[in-house]
């Protein structure tokens, strides 16, 4: 089983960057593929971004392409997202997730997600 806890988020312009960061804990951790989901008010929660066990795959919706890129350090058990060039439609809550199958999911693990607001 794994824990996760989300931090990084905050207030930013628009154009600005913020990196999240999630904390991982749990021996199952350099074998899950991690992702990062977002919902902003009234909509329902989206694929963000995903990562493999290895870091050697990546995707990304294609909204956030070029603005947003995943990383993970295994030896820390920490996911990062780092996200420039932010856009008021980026405003969300953002949920790191873990899935043991692979990036397609299912993303059985959930943290308690960081609010991201972007102003313009």
């Known amino acids: 089983q794994v824990q996760l806890v989300e931090s990084g988020g905050g207030l930013v312009q628009a154009g600005g960057s913020l990196r999240l960061s999630c904390a991982a804990s749990?021996?199952?951790?350099?074998?899950?593929?991690m992702g990062w989901f977002r919902q902003a008010p009234g909509k329902q929660r989206e694929f963000v971004a995903a990562?493999?066990?290895?870091?050697?795959?990546?995707d990304s919706t294609d909204s956030v392409k070029g603005r947003f890129t995943i990383s993970r350090d295994n030896a820390k058990k920490t996911v990062d997202l780092q996200m420039n060039s932010l856009k008021p439609e980026d405003t969300a809550v953002y949920y790191c997730?873990?899935?043991?199958?692979?990036?397609?999911?299912?993303?059985?693990?959930w943290g308690q997600g960081t609010q991201v607001t972007v102003s313009s």
């Open positions: 997730a873990a899935a043991p199958g692979g990036m397609v999911g299912p993303y059985d693990y």
């Open positions: 749990g021996r199952q951790f350099r074998t899950y593929a």
């Open positions: 990562i493999s066990w290895s870091g050697g795959s990546t």
